[in-house]
């Protein structure tokens, strides 16, 4: 296969992805209940964690940034933060208890009923993410779930489940991120007033 096959294969898939999810109501009903849970989060006076691994964790401090920071307007920062950012927390933990451990182990030292954890994991199966959304349902936190298709373990255990009609890791991170950027939109409308459509 040579370089431009590749882009158009690639390009193909990604396009045959997000088709799926506009003709997927019922996916798109629980993106707007996800994204209607993080506006209730803030305005309570929560707070919004994220947590993934590998490229998931990138995507994870994506989408935390742009509630921390901004995402189409200059607005008040809202409280949000990727649990993995802290290496010398994360190294520490992992040596110390258990990688499996890392995300539930800061969530019982930070969180509170009323806040929410995301998190991103395209098997659905990642044991720190389900350790720690399983502390979650002890404590009262809001847990979302982005996956792929099949949503793995975080299927059973996630308050929503935002699997994404694939088992391809690229386009799965691929639609998370398109996703997690419309929730910032609307989030950034109801909250601020902003409206670029």
């Keep these: 296969m040579d370089c431009k096959r590749i882009i158009e294969t690639r390009i193909a898939q990604h396009q045959d992805i997000i088709r799926e999810i506009m ?25 919004v964690f994220f947590c993934g691994n590998g490229g998931s964790a990138a995507d994870a401090q994506h989408l935390s940034a742009e509630f921390s920071g901004k995402f189409y307007i200059d607005r008040p920062a809202l409280p949000s933060e990727a649990l993995h950012c802290n290496t010398s927390y994360l190294t520490a933990a992992a040596n110390d208890y258990s990688f499996d451990l890392v995300y539930s182990r800061l969530i019982s030292g930070i969180a509170r009923k009323g806040d929410i954890l995301i998190g991103l994991s395209t098997s659905g199966n990642s044991k720190n993410i389900l350790a ?3 502390l ?7 847990t979302i779930g982005f996956t792929g298709k099949a949503g ?15 088992e391809d890791t690229p386009r799965i991170q691929e639609a998370h991120i398109l996703i997690g ?6 989030m950034e409308s109801v909250l601020f007033g902003n409206n670029n459509m």
């Design 132 to 134: 720690a959304f399983s």
């Design 136 to 142: 979650c349902r002890e404590k009262g936190i809001t």
């Design 23 to 47: 003709d997927d109501q019922k996916l798109q009903a629980v993106i707007a209940e996800a994204a209607e849970a993080i506006i209730a989060c803030f305005r309570n006076g929560g707070k």
């Design 152 to 166: 793995g373990g975080m299927k059973e255990c996630a308050d929503l489940l935002v699997n994404v009609p694939s």
């Design 181 to 186: 950027h419309i929730i910032c939109e609307w």
